[in-house]
């Protein structure tokens, strides 16, 4: 799995529907693992499987602690929001996006339990963000605005 790198904008994986996965077993394990890992050394709040050139319904969100879903599905949005988004995928470029203020989210963990999801707030956007490219959606086709940043040099 470390030969995987985050894919960028025109790759044509990010365009995909990305396929459920019909069993959690130990690749899909160290995919979530090596998903985790990409995330915190790339400094993001969520990767998505098709992020990392699997078409695949797998995400990883950290907004406190890493919450990793398979075959998440949005099951209740509330309210609405509109606030600057980045992405992993598209370096350099930020938009404003609305999303929902408040989410619930249904997936199943890395034990094949399944397991429900309240967020709100930056979680909501992250799982609605990520989920979103599972369906080949980008923050850039939901903006309102897009702009490009300078890259920081930290």
Avoid: W
Wanted: net charge negative; aromatic share 4%; charged share 30%.
């Amino acid at each position: 799995m470390s030969g995987l790198a985050i894919r960028i904008y025109g790759d044509p994986v990010l365009r995909q529907k990305a396929l459920p996965i019909k069993n959690i077993d130990r690749r899909v394990r160290r995919l979530a693992k090596y998903m985790e890992e990409a995330m915190d050394k790339a400094n993001g709040v969520g990767l998505a499987a098709p992020q990392v050139g699997v078409s695949e319904r797998i995400i990883v969100v950290k907004v406190k602690s890493p919450i990793v879903l398979v075959n998440p599905v949005i099951t209740y949005m509330e309210g609405e929001d509109l606030a600057e988004e980045g992405c992993l995928s598209l370096p350099n470029v930020v938009g404003d996006v609305g999303r929902a203020t408040r989410v619930v989210v249904k997936g199943l963990d890395l034990n094949e339990r399944e397991i429900e999801v309240e967020a709100k707030n930056l979680l909501a956007r992250a799982f609605q963000h990520e989920i979103d490219h599972l369906d080949g959606i980008l923050f850039i086709d939901r903006a309102v605005s897009i702009r490009r940043v300078e890259e920081s040099s930290d």
